[in-house]
């Protein structure tokens, strides 16, 4: 990717931060630090990575994104709205007490197939997916977005056996690898290093990027409708909770802030194009 | 539909899965995922439709992630796992996929109640028909004879939506005709013309057992829950007592939706319900359905016992 169109997706990455500053602030709920955490990965996703139509969108002509950390998919809605898959209005008519969640309760836009939150769930049934779209012969791709802390789920490694041997190699795994939990880093809670190497040993190909470097995300996904292997693929994209503000990143206990008060304005003032 | 070389009888299960490969063969769209279980009745499908039949291993959560997946793409598909686990093991994923999300799985499973009592607690479902009691946009279904059995591959087809299905590894043959039969109704009343001021109510193995002793009283037959509660307190009207019995634990189970319906319609039938209470802690020797049945007070004689007095305290009126 030319350096010219890294930096504009920095800007990019900036202003969604931003704009989920204005969103979840109104709202008076949300989870900063993991939408901040995963913002370029999301950026390099719905910006070079994934094959959709915003102009034409229809339930299954786009590739699909299973937001499994779901505390994150706060993140989604001002992607949506930037890449005018949803309007403004229909934003902040989903984002109200009592409002209308028809859009994403109807699971058909890409990063809303899945109703994420419960941990763990999000990669078995995008598995399942990945192995319908293999039986009919269909090239869409599959990607999961996982928390590495979700990763102390069973359930995920069942299915990260299951998409192995079924060699799901539609299927890309992005682990937001910024070792942390809710209440503790994650190499103090219980031990997940080596993690790609349990990837691998799982049989998955893995690779280890900058996940706060949207070249190297894109880079990373850039040959993934043309690989040559049968495993799927695994991208541990290491991170910092909370980047892009300061005063709350890499700090545990984190995990549900928002600011509120006077700490929106200084949140405002903060917020670093990285 | 063929019968298979080997078992006699053929079990709920069994017409069920072979009338599965029958709608396979022509040409639906049918997926079947198993957590590492089979069954005679399967073997051709495993032959037939290799990449159909998806073996998660033993895991149930991802038995029913995979399923969500291959649903939403479109997919026709039949979880099949060993119960209670995919309902104990798997019931957040039953909750997000199945309730909340209304992905139409067809979650199935062997074995209901105390049907493998053998094998000890670990495999008793008896708290499986209670917990999905408590969820919504999910039928839970028993069928208590082939007929019920054979109906549900038209039905999950032609109608698909959640479905949690317990098959009784003892229950066979054919007690009703298909016009018996209504879904969208839940139950079906064995009549017995003789008395009309008492009725069992039950589902399951518990239905075969009553008609089978020849009790002396109409028995309903709740083979899908929820069942159409307007049209069953329209039938209840017509008795003064009522007898619940169920194979599975009393919390939130049969007994106590027949005593939320009658509550909710403020009606004022005496019922006595029978089910499974653990009051003396859970099996810890080597036990069986009777044993079982007989602790918890569940036996005919009690019951004939029961449609006695209610007899005559109404001939005495």
């Known amino acids: 990717m030319n350096k010219i169109r890294i930096e504009e997706l920095n800007r990019k990455a900036h202003d969604l931060r931003i704009r989920f500053l204005d969103i979840f602030t109104a709202l008076g709920y949300g989870h900063l630090t993991t939408a901040y955490s995963e913002t370029e990965i999301l950026v390099a996703l719905y910006y070079e990575v994934m094959q959709y139509d915003a102009k034409d969108w229809k339930e299954d002509n786009h590739d699909f994104l299973f937001m499994s950390k779901g505390h994150g998919a706060g993140m989604i809605y001002p992607i949506l709205e930037d890449v005018g898959l949803i309007t403004n209005e229909e934003l902040h008519d989903m984002l109200r007490l009592g409002g209308n969640a028809f859009i994403s309760r109807k699971f058909f836009l890409p990063g809303f197939e899945f109703y994420g939150g419960s941990l763990g769930m999000g990669l078995g049934m995008a598995a399942g997916l990945a192995y319908a779209l293999k039986m009919n012969r269909d090239n869409k791709m599959v990607f999961c977005v996982l928390g590495d802390a979700e990763c102390y789920e069973g359930s995920i490694w069942e299915a990260v056996l299951f998409a192995a041997h079924n060699q799901l190699n539609n299927l890309i795994v992005i682990v937001d690898r910024n070792y942390m939990g809710c209440s503790d880093f994650t190499e103090n809670m219980c031990r997940l290093e080596p993690f790609d190497d349990k990837w691998k040993a799982f049989g998955w190909e893995t690779k280890k990027v900058d996940g706060h470097s949207i070249g190297a995300l894109v880079d990373a996904m850039g040959q993934i409708r043309a690989r040559i292997t049968s495993s799927p693929l695994c991208i541990v994209a290491e991170t910092v909770k909370g980047k892009g503000l300061d005063s709350v990143s890499n700090i545990p206990l984190m995990h549900g802030y928002m600011p509120s008060g006077k700490d929106i304005d200084e949140a405002y003032e903060n917020v670093k194009l990285l | ?317």
């Not at chain 2, 298909?178 to 009343?189: H, P, Y």
Request: with cysteine; glycine share 8%.
């Open chain 2, 1 to 317: 539909m063929q019968n298979i070389e080997g078992i006699a009888e053929m079990k709920v299960r069994d017409v069920f899965f072979l009338d599965v490969y029958d709608k396979a063969k022509s040409g639906e769209d049918i997926i079947i995922a198993s957590s590492d279980i089979g069954a005679p009745s399967l073997d051709e499908f495993r032959i037939m439709f290799g990449n159909r039949f998806v073996n998660v291993g033993i895991a149930e959560q991802n038995l029913l992630a995979v399923s969500a997946g291959l649903a939403f793409a479109g997919k026709k598909v039949i979880a099949y796992g060993l119960n209670p686990f995919p309902v104990t093991r798997a019931f957040d994923q039953i909750r997000n996929f199945m309730a909340s999300m209304q992905l139409p799985i067809t979650l199935t499973a062997l074995n209901a109640g105390t049907c493998s009592a053998e094998a000890g607690y670990t495999h008793m479902p008896v708290e499986n028909v209670s917990i999905m009691r408590t969820l919504q946009n999910i039928k839970v279904i028993n069928p208590s004879d082939e007929t019920i059995s054979h109906m549900l591959v038209n039905e999950i087809l032609s109608h698909p939506s959640p479905r949690y299905i317990q098959f009784d590894k003892y229950i066979e043959g054919k007690q009703y005709e298909k016009c018996d039969i209504d879904f969208s109704r839940g139950f079906v009343v064995n009549r017995n013309d003789d008395k009309q001021n008492v009725v069992i109510i039950t589902y399951g193995i518990w239905v075969r057992e009553c008609l089978k002793a020849g009790l002396d009283c109409d028995i309903i037959d709740c083979f899908s829950l929820p069942v159409n509660e307007e049209i069953l307190i329209g039938e209840l009207r017509k008795y003064e007592n009522i007898v619940t019995v169920e194979d599975g634990i009393l919390v939130g189970g049969l007994g106590s939706m027949i005593l939320e319906i009658i509550n909710k319609y403020g009606m004022n039938n005496k019922i006595i319900s029978y089910g499974l209470c653990m009051k003396d802690g859970y099996p810890k020797t080597y036990t069986n359905r009777e044993v079982i049945w007989n602790q918890s007070g569940i036996k005919i004689d009690a019951l004939n016992r029961l449609i006695g007095h209610f007899s005559r305290s109404s001939d005495n009126e």
